[in-house]
T-cell receptor, first 115, second 111 residues
Framework: GAVVSQHPSRVICKSGTSVKIECRSL??????MFWYRQFPKKSLMLMAT?????????EQGVEKDKFLINHASLTLSTLTVTSAHPEDSSFYIC???????????FGEGSWLTVV | DAKTTQPTSMDCAEGRAANLPCNHS???????VYWYRQIHSQGPQYIIH???NNETNEMASLIITEDRKSSTLILPHATLRDTAVYYC????????????FGKGTHLIIQP
């Protein structure tokens, strides 16, 4: 069964608005979660590492004020795309680390379309 | 994490074994070889990982060369549902860093 759940699976929002994507670890508590972005026909790009109880760590080139990450509990991390623009339209995927620390599981992904 | 190199695409006949190669000549001693696959419009799915020894699970087998500079993922009896992009990733584990994805191999299973 699924280890990681994302919601919503698809969302359409208007330019200038904000949209929140949730990532839930279903089977275990996750102190660390990762957020990726994938453009059509491209590979996954790591955006940020979400740490429970502390600030997220962002990859170079990712605007932390635009992509707000909140990891308030051991089973939930949220990514909020603020003031969304059409170029933010993408497939956003989260992942969690398994209990052994050696396997990373991915959510089903969330398609964001900004119109 | 070490860089990996994979063919851009491969075809395989349904029912045959699909052998997907991966080069990771700069892999370090503490890095595992991981394989994930991504079916269109879905999140990546974990397949298998290994360090030195060959590994097998219900999905696939992983053959790692003795010098660890390359590996092969084997899907023993490919089905149409195995059509996906397959990613080979060198990762040291531990959970501090996320996975670095290359371009992967687009495996197309032909009926």
């Amino acid at each position: 069964g699924a280890v990681v759940s994302q919601h919503p699976s698809r969302v359409i929002c208007k330019s200038g608005t904000s949209v929140k994507i949730e990532c839930r670890s279903l089977d275990f508590q996750a102190t660390t979660m990762f957020w990726y972005r994938q453009f059509p026909k491209k590979s996954l790009m790591l955006m940020a590492t979400s740490n429970e109880g502390s600030k997220a760590t962002y990859e170079q080139g990712v605007e932390k004020d635009k992509f707000l990450i909140n990891h308030a509990s051991l089973t939930l991390s949220t990514l909020t795309v603020t003031s969304a623009h059409p170029e933010d339209s993408s497939f956003y995927i989260c992942s969690v680390i398994g209990l052994s620390g050696n396997t990373i599981y991915f959510g089903e992904g969330s398609w964001l379309t900004v119109v | 994490d070490a860089k990996t190199t994979q063919p851009t695409s491969m075809d395989c006949a349904e029912g045959r074994a699909a052998n997907l190669p991966c080069n990771h000549s700069t892999i370090s001693g503490n890095e595992y070889v991981y394989w994930y696959r991504q079916i269109h419009s879905q999140g990546p799915q974990y397949i298998i990982h290994g360090l030195k020894n060959n590994e097998t699970n219900e999905m696939a087998s992983l053959i790692i060369t003795e010098d660890r500079k390359s590996s092969t993922l084997i899907l023993p009896h490919a089905t149409l549902r195995d059509t996906a992009v397959y990613y080979c990733i060198a990762y040291s584990g531990g959970g501090a860093d996320g996975l670095t994805f290359g371009k992967g191999t687009h495996l197309i299973i032909q009926p």
